[in-house]
């Protein structure tokens, strides 16, 4: 039931808890909505708090003089932490400025066919709907299996999709709304033989598993800087591999940056810059723990939950049963009770958040811990679903 043996990293709770010291969350309930933000650990949200005081002192000095050095240092770390180099990064403000300047600068012609999946990110498809519609592209939706056997039956599902007219492939790392991990590194391997480009909307997995950008092999990559990495709320990092900068018009006016340099995606005019500074600090902090600390012990915290109510009557998991097919989200259904009954029943008789998403036509309660989640907010959450379940027989 354990894949780890008792004095392994992940279940050092000694160590844990310090880590969670370094958070500071409401007490009032057990937050296990970690998906859409991910708190800022107390060292980045002090920074942040410092750049956001100077800013405010120096003005347009720290604007002019300050910031430029200040952002090559920024550039600096995301190149060493990603594996980029920093002619290949953008710095946005979310994923969906990310996919949106990729959508939007992609060299389409009428007619090109993209492949996507039905569980891809809602805003996303709504963009490439847009897209498909100024440009008279065909979407082609797939429906990947929620518990596959194996990476080669995802392998070939896309594989079989691919037309002659299939331009581009766009992959979720890892699905928001199962935790499903897609073997991107593989169908992108496959996708390059048949000369098919791939973006990837890479929002939950980054500074959440342990990679680097380069090995998803994909040209195109948005990421989110908020979310597991815990920077402040309006960061988010677009990779380019470096021969395909020439290939994206800038979504923002921009005559002035050479079309092979990625400058030319970044002309966005005046942003906050404590956001964009604390991003070294949420890089440090990350790493002291180190991705595949954080990655594993994530992991055990949603396997911990998952293999204890797996077997409970009713309740059913949505989530791929092998480990290393998710990280720290997954998601659960109660038989004869509705999700969305579940999760107000959650917060209001149990005070655990959690949030609803869907699954085709079906519904779910998406359960993510953090790094500050304690074992025994587990049980808490274990338990009540027992006794919902229990009360639905
Ligand atoms: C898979 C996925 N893609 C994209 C996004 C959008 O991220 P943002 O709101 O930061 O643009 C999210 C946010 O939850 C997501 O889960």
């Not at 008279?136 to 002659?164: F, G, K, N």
């Not at 766009?170 to 996708?191: C, D, E, Y």
Request: aromatic share 8%.
């Amino acid at each position: 039931m354990n894949p780890y043996p008792p004095d392994h990293p992940v279940q050092d709770e000694s160590y844990w808890s310090g880590v969670r010291a370094q958070y500071a969350v409401s007490p009032d309930f057990i937050n296990l909505e970690n998906g859409f933000f991910g708190v800022q650990a107390t060292p980045v949200h002090q920074a942040f708090q410092r750049y956001q005081e100077q800013l405010n002192l120096e003005s347009a000095y720290f604007l002019r003089v300050r910031l430029p050095e200040r952002l090559a240092g920024v550039m600096r770390a995301l190149a060493a932490f990603t594996g980029a180099d920093a002619g290949e990064l953008v710095i946005t403000r979310n994923l969906m400025e990310s996919l949106n300047i990729l959508l939007q600068g992609y060299p389409w012609r009428a007619g090109d066919e993209v492949l996507l999946a039905e569980h891809d990110y809602d805003s996303v498809i709504e963009t490439l709907e847009m897209v498909a519609a100024r440009h008279a592209l065909t979407l082609t939706r797939l429906t990947p299996p929620l518990d596959p056997a194996s990476d080669e039956q995802i392998v070939a599902l896309y594989q079989a999709a691919i037309t002659p007219r299939t331009r581009v492939l766009l992959l979720t790392h890892m699905v928001h709304r199962t935790g499903q991990i897609m073997p991107v590194a593989k169908i992108a391997a496959m996708a390059r033989r048949h000369g098919v480009d791939v973006m990837v909307d890479a929002a939950h997995s980054f500074a959440q598993l342990d990679y680097r950008l380069g090995e998803l092999g994909a040209d195109f990559v948005g990421v989110n800087l908020h979310k597991w990495l815990g920077a402040p709320l309006g960061v988010g990092l677009l990779y380019i591999r470096r021969p395909r900068v020439v290939d994206i018009a800038p979504l923002f006016g921009d005559s002035r940056s050479a079309v092979d340099d990625i400058k030319k995606l970044a002309h966005v005019g005046t942003v906050p810059p404590a956001p964009i500074l604390a991003i070294e600090d949420a890089l440090a902090f990350h790493l002291a723990i180190g991705s595949a600390r954080k990655e594993a012990r994530l992991r055990h915290l949603s396997q911990y939950w998952m293999t204890r109510v797996r077997d409970v009557p009713g309740v059913r998991l949505f989530t791929p049963r092998a480990a290393e097919r998710s990280c720290a989200i997954a998601a659960f259904g109660i038989e004869g009770v509705a999700a969305q009954q579940v999760v107000r029943r959650l917060m209001d008789d149990y005070r655990i958040f959690t949030v609803l998403r869907t699954v085709g036509a079906e519904e779910c309660v998406r359960v993510t811990p953090h790094l500050f989640t304690s074992i025994e907010q587990l049980d808490a959450l274990v338990a009540a679903i027992g006794e919902i379940a229990a009360g639905a027989r």
